[in-house]
């Protein structure tokens, strides 16, 4: 059941909960939440763009969808979404919040901005953010805990001011962070997880070092880009989801594309083993697609198959053609499967 909004105010000393069922729609009155009082609507919640501001001094649970299409001036209280059925959030303005909290296994679905000036507390699903109109946005002071393979951002997230900040980003399936320490920060720095190639390209050597990559990973990249000007240094982590071929940790770099290049942007700082660690790159003022990169042959990284053929000539012999994702490949060795009664391949 629908329910018009005409005014609420919860401005006790005590706190005070009331409950709204099924839906509250805000139809041009003011809706004004004390900070001792908590609102929680069990549905959705609308809230027009022809009242007085939206102002949540307390806490706002909804459990069903948003739609705010009112101008918010402010970062107060705590938004709280724990539906237990996928909920979207939407409208012509930013939904605007101090705090929030994410307690939704069945996830989250960002279709208008999403701005935290304070602490985002990730506890459960996944947030889908897949229009760069429609991000995760934390401010200069915001921050957050709890990102996990269960709870973190598969999509667009922007974080404002300098300093350091692990992005909360992922596929959906795993939690892939990325951190970028920011000594300029015009309007904001936009990152996003891909689990793909982010293209073939020669390696250059205009990059932070001159020392040509041999390999990127063609797995995985994370788009990094700034809203308008920005500069710091990225570190790139690997783990065992989409890093392959890792023999040593001192072939590694941080691998940025950019000008048609696959440029190695340094390894100031390399921790952890062969399964697990991070690579921090040396400052840089231009962005774009960065991954795992590798200065030799013994970590080869994830390569992707772009295609492969054989005909059989009129020798009867097979040849075999592929094309793959890299450059710097000395040589290759083709094997076929054992014949019959055979329990080894042979190599041609």
Request: proline share 3%; with cysteine; glycine share 10%.
């Amino acid at each position: 059941m629908k329910k018009n909004l005409f005014i609420i105010t919860i401005a006790l000393p005590a706190a005070l909960v009331v409950q709204a069922q099924d839906q509250l729609y805000n139809n041009g009155a003011g809706l004004y939440i004390a900070s001792s009082g908590a609102l929680c609507i069990r549905g959705s919640f609308t809230n027009t763009g022809t009242g007085v501001n939206l102002q949540n001094n307390g806490t706002l649970t909804v459990t069903g969808h948003i739609t705010n299409d009112q101008l918010m001036s402010a970062y107060t209280g705590k938004l709280v979404l724990d539906g237990n059925t996928s909920q979207h959030l939407g409208g012509t303005a930013d939904m605007l919040t101090k705090d929030l909290e994410i307690d939704n296994a069945a996830g989250i679905i960002l279709n208008a901005k999403l701005k935290v000036d304070g602490m985002a507390t990730l506890t459960n699903g996944i947030i889908l953010a897949a229009s760069t109109a429609a991000p995760l946005w934390f401010t200069a002071n915001a921050t957050y805990t709890g990102a996990s393979d269960a709870a973190h951002v598969n999509g667009y997230v922007v974080k404002e001011g300098t300093g350091s900040f692990t992005y909360p980003v992922g596929d959906g399936i795993r939690y892939e962070q990325v951190k970028v320490a920011a000594s300029a920060n015009a309007k904001g720095i936009e990152v996003k997880y891909i689990p793909d190639d982010a293209g073939a390209a020669p390696f250059g050597t205009t990059g932070a070092s001159s020392t040509p990559l041999q390999y990127y990973n063609a797995k995985e990249y994370w788009n990094i880009n700034p809203v308008s000007t920005a500069a710091g240094t990225v570190t790139v982590y690997w783990n065992g989801y989409n890093n392959v071929g890792i023999t040593n940790t001192s072939h590694l770099a941080v691998a940025h594309k950019y000008g048609g290049y696959w440029l190695n942007e340094g390894a100031v700082d390399v921790t952890g083993t062969i399964t697990a660690g991070h690579v921090t790159s040396a400052s840089m003022n231009t962005w774009g697609p960065f991954t795992l990169g590798s200065l030799s042959s013994l970590s080869t990284l994830p390569l992707t198959w772009l295609s492969i053929s054989s005909i059989l000539n009129a020798n009867k012999q097979a040849l075999i053609s592929w094309q793959v994702n890299e450059w710097n490949v000395v040589a290759y060795q083709v094997e076929k499967a054992p014949m019959p009664g055979s329990s080894q391949p042979s190599a041609g």
